[in-house]
């Protein structure tokens, strides 16, 4: 599985951003298949790898971190094979790198996982 993140860039505190993520096979089996869950994380430079949101791929369950909540969307959409993360309202402190992975069982660790996209936010 392949997961390519796109959408990232600098936008004014206040303003909002649309990450996407395309999700390829490498075997000619749908994603659909492969994986259970996608999620979105994000890194800041000298911290730890944070939880951003995740949405199981068929029923399409969502969660968040608690400091994205009410201001950022994960959605899927499963004929696009691609997971987006609408982040409305940001701050200064969402900027990061962020990445999505994703999850083949409930219990397994991310076993994919993108190559990041930076995201800017000015105050």
């Known amino acids: 599985v392949r997961l390519v993140e796109s959408g990232g860039g600098l936008v004014q505190a206040g303003g909002s951003l649309r990450l996407s993520c395309a999700v390829s096979?490498?075997?000619?089996?749908?994603?659909?298949?492969?994986?259970?869950?996608m999620g979105w994380f994000r890194r800041t430079a000298g911290k730890e790898r944070e939880f951003v949101a995740r949405?199981?791929?068929?029923?399409?369950?969502?969660d968040y971190a608690d400091s994205v909540k009410g201001r950022f969307t994960i959605s899927r959409d499963n004929d696009k094979n691609t997971v987006y993360l609408e982040m409305d309202s940001l701050k200064p402190e969402d900027t990061a790198v962020y990445y999505c992975?994703?999850?083949?069982?409930?219990?397994?660790?991310?076993?994919?996982w993108g190559q990041g996209t930076q995201v800017t936010v000015s105050s």
């Open positions: 992975a994703g999850q083949k069982l409930a219990v397994s660790e991310y076993e994919y």
């Open positions: 096979s490498t075997d000619g089996i749908s994603p659909i298949f492969s994986i259970y869950r």
């Open positions: 949405i199981t791929w068929g029923g399409g369950r969502t």
